[in-house]
């Protein structure tokens, strides 16, 4: 069976960004259920705007988020007006706890430069574990691939992220703090 250049990338940001799209929506709604009616409904809408994206895994954050928000008016489980969907997919404020806003603005910058990341893989396996707080065995589960593959891979993104942040003059994780 032939696949058009569609399908074929469709596919390929199905396969790297469906884990983390649909763990993330599990630890928000707690319900494997509807984490996964959630997450192909987000799937769904990205492959009926694929030719629109310009940016997947932003995209997919977007949609995601505001899927979320449909999710919880639908169940009223929270009052909307309280509820602050931001902080969901806000990478910076998940993955610094002091709320310095320029920290967290230099680790967004840091998240965001393409050059940390050999590909897009690399960049889910380093959110899931750094932002998401997932085990090295979780990430691993999650995504099929050995609990070693994971830890090498996070370990060496994680080394350029911090070349990275040398190069804009921290050297220590105490000039962040």
């Known amino acids: 069976m032939l696949f058009s250049q569609k399908e074929r990338a469709f596919r390929k940001a199905y396969r790297t960004y469906y884990p983390l799209i649909l763990n993330t929506l599990y630890r928000k ?15 769904i809408s990205y492959y009926h705007k ?15 988020r505001f899927s979320l928000s449909n999710y919880y008016r639908k169940k ?15 990478e910076a ?31 889910v396996i380093f959110e899931m574990i750094a932002i998401n707080r997932y085990t090295y065995k979780e990430t691993a589960q999650c995504l099929g691939i050995s609990k070693r593959q994971v830890s090498y891979r996070y370990q060496v993104t994680s080394k350029r992220i911090l070349d990275y942040l040398k190069k804009k003059g921290i050297s220590r994780i105490e000039d962040l703090l």
């Open 29 to 43: 709604v707690g319900n494997m259920e509807d984490a996964e009616d959630i997450a192909h409904e987000v799937f």
């Open 50 to 64: 694929f030719d629109e994206v310009r940016d997947t895994r932003t995209w997919l954050f977007g949609a995601m």
């Open 76 to 90: 009223n489980s929270e009052d909307c007006s309280s509820l602050d969907l931001d902080t969901i997919v806000d």
């Open 93 to 123: 404020a998940l993955a610094c706890r002091n709320g310095d806003r320029e920290v967290r603005m230099l680790l967004q910058e840091a998240i965001n430069d393409e050059s940390n990341f050999k590909d897009e893989f690399d960049r």
